[in-house]
């Protein structure tokens, strides 16, 4: 059992000093986004999505709490249509890995989304994140996109 909680503004600060570094090394890492550029690129990124932080219009910032009301991670969605929307981020705390918060998280979060009027969720997955793309598929998300691409020396 989940309970999604929205976001305070110490919550979203938190959020905010991780998620940011953490994505920069993700484009990193994907070979998106050269290092030196990579947390600059990001903060933009971030300030353009959520220009009002976590009272941004369209967004939903949630912090995830387990049956004890700890916080066991968080989840931000996002409307992109009247009928669409889009998980940007969700992360589980290290120590609620592997035991199914991901996937009452994602049961929660779509609870929400039809609560909102949306009918359809969207999300990005990076290709190396082999357990995420399990989970997603495991709980009836498709695959619409494909990048692929191959560094030649």
Known sequence: MVTLQKMNTDEFQRYLDTAVADYAKEKVS???????????????????LLPDGENSENNYLFTILNEK???AGIIWLARQSP???????IRIKDEYQGKGYGKKTMQAIEEKAKQLGMNKIGLHVFGHNKIARGLYEKI?????????EKEIL
């Open 69 to 71: 009301n700890e916080g």
């Open 140 to 148: 009836g998300y498709k695959t619409t996109n494909v990048v692929m």
């Open 30 to 48: 994907a070979g998106n986004w050269e290092e030196e550029e990579s947390l600059q690129k990001a903060k933009d990124e971030f300030s353009n």
């Open 83 to 89: 009928e669409k929307g889009f998980i940007y981020d």
